[in-house]
């Protein structure tokens, strides 16, 4: 176990031992004792996967794809994927089959042309020049905020660049084709079942456990909390994947249900972020667990939605009807006998498709899990020598151009020109130290960024700022952590509170008088 001396965020007492990968960072504040249901997305908040298995399962079938269904060529059978070269937050630029990282005012500060990273000019080139800010979205360009996305995105990179290398040997030499032919093959291999199969014949090699899961489930449900989860995934791979998750020693048995008593309400095949829409008229059907048989159908025809679903649901009663299929939020209310949104605490991992949406249009209290979180913040401690060192660099390079224009002042007031090339030399002099302060302040932030993450940096910045990634994680989770278990290490009653909001004027009061 790492421990680190850190201050918990909100704590104004004495820094104590903490454990790094059971933190939980609060945005803004969050009192339990509000929240009356607890939801949960599965894939990748629930269920983590193992990208080294699980993300090269899915690269390879979707190759193989690419090749036998939409006629690209068989060398490309012969290609690997590197699970750690992606990253969280990146942009494709579909258009120019270019890969952006960009900080929090949507400056694009590193680009990559397929693997070939791009010069400033050619840089400022593409993305310096817009009049109006760019908004860097769909359908020009494709954000990867999802660990499900790093195959494709890492695949697209590759087309890019084969595509450069040998004109006219793709079906098309057109960046957005490539993009989009990749997010075919990515659909055809959920379609026909491929992922699913392979996970469901041994989901340890793909799934890893966490005995924490259920005690953290259990806790809520005894402090009097309803549970639930809503899952884009069908019910037969919902059943797989939970019943591994929540099951005894590893065991995966599709025909055991028993994890169901962890939840109130499972809606799976939720289509999010639609589902989070008031508007939206998806019919909601019941789910026979057994069978898979949606109950209210006819003939694939849906059936007059009869009676209130709620009163179908007894937490006392394990063979109440409980597993449902598609719908929306308003069917969701009455199931969990919720009145008002803020009474909602949900947990997932896609910023858009779970935390934005349910955030932004329903006012429902988010987590995000950032799995990739537990890496940044030891290396942030590991590191923190490194980061008092570019601060100070930052420092110096400022108290250096005081002088400067103090120098020059006195320059411009002097009456005799002997007087004068003093100043000029002093000056000269100062903008040598200047220069020589900016080039070891840029490499020392180069090289702190490359122990993060060699191509990328760190996932929360982009340069010294904020990345565009952090800058949506603060606007729109009010808890970030590593793993959604994390909540069953702190009270169900628990106050969560956020450190001090400051501006740049008040910190500069506070910590560098």
Not at 113 to 136: I, M, P
Not at 310 to 337: C, M, R, W
Not at 380 to 408: A, G, P, T, V
């Amino acid at each position: 176990m790492n421990e680190i001396s850190v201050e918990s965020p909100g704590c104004k007492s004495a820094k104590t031992k903490t454990d790094t990968k059971k933190q939980i960072f609060c945005n803004r504040p969050l009192n339990m004792r509000n929240v009356n249901a607890v939801g949960f997305d599965m894939d990748y908040t629930l269920a983590q996967y193992k990208p080294e298995t699980f993300e090269s399962l899915t690269y390879k079938h979707t190759v193989r794809k690419l090749v036998h269904n939409l006629k690209y060529p068989v060398e490309l059978l012969n290609w690997s994927f590197n699970p750690s070269y992606m990253v969280r937050g990146l942009v494709l630029d579909k258009k120019r089959g270019n890969i952006l990282k960009m900080d929090c005012h949507k400056y694009v500060k590193i680009a990559y042309h397929g693997f070939e990273e791009l010069s400033k000019d050619r840089k400022v080139e593409a993305y310096g020049k817009f009049l109006v800010s760019n908004s860097f979205d769909e359908p020009e360009y494709a954000l990867i905020d999802t660990l499900f996305s790093l195959a494709e995105a890492y695949l697209f990179a590759q087309l890019v660049d084969f595509c450069d290398r040998n004109p006219g040997s793709l079906p098309s030499d057109d960046y957005a084709c490539l993009y989009k032919d990749v997010r075919n093959a990515v659909d055809m291999c959920h379609r026909d079942g491929t992922l699913k199969q392979k996970l469901a014949e041994d989901p340890k090699r793909y799934i890893h456990e966490d005995e924490s899961i259920v005690p953290m489930l259990k806790m809520l449900k005894e402090s009097g909390r309803a549970t639930f989860l809503v899952t884009n995934s069908l019910w037969d791979y919902t059943s797989v994947v939970m019943n591994f998750i929540c099951g005894s020693g590893g065991v995966n048995d599709s025909t055991n249900f028993d994890w169901l008593e962890y939840f109130d309400v499972v809606i799976t095949g939720s289509a999010k972020p639609n589902f989070f829409q008031e508007d939206n008229h998806a019919n909601l059907f019941e789910v026979e667990p057994e069978s898979g048989v949606l109950r209210n159908t006819n003939n694939g025809s849906p059936l007059p939605q009869v009676g209130n679903f709620a009163a179908k649901i007894s937490t006392k009663d394990n063979n109440a009807h409980k597993v449902f299929q598609g719908g929306n939020v308003s069917h969701l209310y009455p199931l969990l006998k919720i009145e008002t949104s803020s009474q909602i605490l949900y947990a997932g991992d896609h910023i858009y498709g779970d935390i934005l949406s349910s955030k932004k249009t329903l006012g429902w209290r988010t987590m995000l899990v950032i799995p990739e979180l537990d890496k940044e913040v030891q290396l942030l401690w590991e590191l923190r020598d490194d980061c008092k060192k570019l601060r100070s660099l930052r420092n110096d390079r400022d108290d250096i151009e005081k002088e400067m224009h103090f120098n020059q002042s006195l320059k411009s007031a002097s009456p005799d020109d002997d007087t004068k090339q003093k100043f000029i030399s002093k000056i000269q002099k100062l903008e040598h130290e200047r220069e020589k302060m900016r080039s070891d302040h840029q490499e020392a932030l180069r090289k702190l960024h490359q122990e993060f993450h060699e191509t990328w940096g760190q996932l929360m910045k982009t340069g010294y700022q904020n990345s565009r990634f952090a800058h949506q994680v603060k606007r729109f989770a009010c808890l970030y952590t590593s793993q959604v278990s994390n909540l069953g290490s702190f009270s169900p009653e628990k106050y969560y509170t956020p450190s001090e909001d400051l501006m740049q004027h008040e910190y500069n009061s506070i910590f560098e008088s």
